[in-house]
């Protein structure tokens, strides 16, 4: 219990501090979308590329990431049909929301979780380089093509890399990792120097946009804001533990895995992506509140029943 407890403990002391900074004005009107540009050009690509610089193939698979991605893509495509065809959102609007729903925050909140819940770091790599290297370029791509207002063209989608900087970060350090070259920790150090503001400035920009918002208020996102979040706390978790247990029969350690990445709450990185492409920007930011809080119970309820 103590991994969740320290990495929510670790949430919501930056998120506070990114609270007052925005309540008080101290960066002005435009410091939110200052920072999470921030994130999204620059933080967020040098993290990226230095941790799969140092990661391995063989790192990409374990019997527990397969229950992660069906659940992911289940719940993902579960809320698109819903807001297709019952809510009538547009495309980016959409692509948000199926991201609140499924993108977990296997970062800074993960990596404790699995240091002290799993006993291991390496189970929640899987899934984070998944996030990186599939679910990010594929939601970012149908982003920036909702952006321009058209339909991507064949050679719009190839070029695509070169115009975001997280799918640049994302494939730079996958050619490191694939080439089997160790760049020397002088080569390295600057981007983890980088990368190392990228966990704490989201939670800073995150906290500076809640000035003046209400999470639980009513409204005509509310009902989706609400499915969003039960199907990211609720519904993936249990759709990972039926698959892992009864599909893949999985037990111990990799069912345990399974579970608890699945049971992790939205990341901060759907509301800096909503942020920079201004789509649904208060879904994204209610949602990675609401399911962080959920969390915070969720998480510890499948540890205690799973351990």
């Known amino acids: 219990m103590r991994g969740v407890l320290t990495g929510f403990g670790v949430i919501w002391s930056v998120t506070l501090v990114g609270y007052l900074v925005g309540r008080y004005g101290l960066l002005g009107p435009h410091g939110t979308a200052v920072i999470a540009r921030l ?6 690509p040098a993290l990226l590329l230095s941790t799969l610089a140092r990661s391995t193939v063989a790192d990409l698979f ?4 397969a229950a992660f991605v069906l659940s992911t893509l289940i719940v993902a495509a579960g809320y698109l049909l819903l807001a297709r065809y019952v809510w009538h959102r547009r495309t980016g609007e959409a692509t948000v929301g199926a991201l609140c729903a499924s993108y977990v925050n296997a970062a800074n909140l993960g990596l404790p979780v699995a240091a002290y819940v799993l006993g291991d770091v390496s189970f929640v790599a899987p899934v984070l380089i998944f996030q990186v290297l599939v679910a990010s370029p594929v939601a970012l791509a149908v982003l920036d093509s909702s952006a321009a207002g058209r339909r991507p063209s064949v050679r ?55 000035p003046g918002s209400r999470p639980l208020a009513a409204g005509p996102d509310a009902g989706q804001r609400v499915v969003a979040v039960v199907l990211k706390i609720l519904v993936q978790p249990v759709l990972a533990y039926l698959i892992a247990r009864y599909a893949l029969g999985l037990a111990g350690p990799a069912l345990l895995a399974a579970v608890v990445t699945s049971a992790l709450p939205t990341a ?16 994204a930011r209610d949602a990675v509140v609401l399911s962080t809080i959920a969390a915070a119970v969720s998480l510890t309820v499948v540890a205690a029943l799973l351990n």
């Open 39 to 44: 994130v999204f050009l620059i933080a967020a």
């Open 62 to 65: 374990s019997p527990a990431l």
């Open 268 to 283: 901060q990185n759907v509301f800096v992506y909503a942020t920079h492409y201004e789509r649904a920007q208060s879904l």
């Open 156 to 210: 719009r989608l190839a070029l695509l890399p070169a115009r975001n900087p997280i799918m640049l970060g994302c494939a730079g350090g996958l050619l490191i990792s694939v080439s089997g070259w160790h760049p020397p920790i002088e080569v390295l150090r600057p981007f983890e120097l980088v990368g190392s503001a990228a966990v704490p400035l989201a939670l800073l920009a995150l906290g500076m946009s809640l």
